[in-house]
């Protein structure tokens, strides 16, 4: 049996499955272009914005939003990131940007007072201010010291998280009958408050105090003894610390330490 196909219906098969042919090609070329990747990997149709940082850290900003998976890029000179991401990933980020994007809080100022005490087994007590004279009775206790006098007191004021130093001369006579100067020197590497709660704390780190002492040898004459005491220490404020003691001389008088601390709000 002969069947007879007109032309045009041959013709119309054709194109028919010419057609269905080019559809997976011309959808593997649409995927193709959606899921086109830049050198790092990320897709190159992500969205790009460029978001103005005015306080924080844009390297530390970066890093924080890596997990998010977007490519992000920081110049610190400009204080600009640049973040190619999603669109939900961009108000994310930009939110988070608004929260975190804040000026730090000011950083609070410390006060330390050092009270240097001279203590002898025996001899003269000298005149001590009243608030320190809990802590002399808490010595005796623990030394064998009946005397004690303020040498001196020396101030430093620094901020929070930060060091300082000073340094100079006590008057004559200021370690009691010898009426030669001491030379001092008082530096702390650095002061943080570790407890800003009703009890405030602050820790001394490397407190560092020197003093060149003089020493009766004999009739009118003296020698320079060099006296240290290094230590850090945690401070309650208002509270008097004894930081350390070193002896001065043969006839075992004895530098004593005494810190306080207090936070300037």
Do not use: C
Not at 159 to 165: I, K, T, V, Y
């Amino acid at each position: 049996m002969e069947v007879n196909v007109k032309p045009r219906f041959l013709l119309a098969g054709l194109a028919l499955i010419s057609l269905l042919a080019a559809v997976p090609l011309t959808l593997a070329q649409e995927d193709s272009k959606t899921e086109r990747k830049d050198s790092s990997g990320m897709p190159q149709n992500w969205p790009v914005k460029i978001f103005q940082v005015k306080y924080a850290d844009v390297n530390q900003l970066a890093k924080v939003f890596n997990p998010f998976g977007a490519v992000i890029t920081a110049d610190r000179d400009l204080k600009v990131l640049s973040v190619r991401a999603p669109k939900e990933i961009l108000a994310a980020i930009e939110e988070a940007i608004q929260r975190l994007d804040v000026p730090a809080p000011p950083a609070k100022n410390i006060d330390l007072n050092a009270f240097l005490l001279m203590a002898s087994p025996q001899g003269p007590a000298g005149t001590l201010p009243t608030d320190l004279e809990p802590v002399v009775k808490q010595l005796k206790t623990i030394f064998n010291y009946q005397s004690f006098r303020l040498i001196g007191t020396l101030s430093l004021r620094q901020r929070d998280g930060s060091g300082g130093s000073v340094s100079g001369v006590l008057p004559s006579g200021a370690g009691g009958e010898q009426k030669w100067p001491i030379n001092y020197g008082l530096r702390i590497q650095s002061a943080f408050i570790t407890s800003d709660t009703k009890e405030r704390a602050i820790r001394v780190n490397n407190l560092n105090l020197s003093l060149n002492v003089p020493v009766s040898s004999g009739p009118g004459q003296f020698n320079y003894h060099d006296v240290h005491i290094e230590t850090s220490v945690d401070v309650h404020e208002n509270q008097k610390v004894v930081v350390g003691k070193a002896n001065v001389d043969n006839a075992d008088n004895a530098l004593i330490l005494v810190l306080t601390a207090r936070i300037i709000d």
